[in-house]
């Protein structure tokens, strides 16, 4: 297999295109941020302004998700700033009344003052 890594179901690589040979691995629950944007203007009923990032985790993997804990200014925010991983709930719903569940990010050392990340 190639080490190709996927964040949901397959039964095929598009890498290496092995077939219904993938198997399940563990991610870490930390990383560091790759990219990021403040998003002022989304879908009605989705508060504004939010950081969306993406994470290279430790280990492999990248994922999208939200920076929370962090005030979505600029200077609050810094590539490769060191991230955990956090699930919660999205407030919304579906229409069967199951809660969505997505990918946050809060800073790894919330004590960090912003004079420390240069």
């Not at 949901?8 to 040979?21: F, I, P, T, V, Y």
């Not at 198997?23 to 990383?31: D, E, F, I, M, P």
């Not at 009923?45 to 920076?67: C, E, M, Q, R, Y």
Request: hydrophobic share 35%; proline share 6%; with cysteine.
């Amino acid at each position: 297999m190639c080490g190709e890594i996927y964040l949901e179901s397959r039964s095929a690589c598009s890498h290496c295109l092995a077939r219904n040979r993938l198997s399940g691995v563990r991610l870490s629950n930390s990383g560091k941020i790759y990219n990021w944007t403040i998003v002022y203007r989304n879908f009605p009923g989705v508060a504004v302004p939010f950081v969306s990032v993406i994470v290279d985790l430790d280990g492999g993997g990248t994922v999208k998700g939200n920076l929370i804990g962090v005030e979505p200014v600029p200077a609050s925010i810094r590539f490769d700033m060191p991230v955990k991983t956090l699930f919660q709930s999205i407030e919304k719903t579906d229409s069967a009344g199951n809660v969505y569940i997505g990918y946050c990010f809060a800073p790894a050392d919330p004590t960090q003052s912003k004079d420390d990340r240069k």
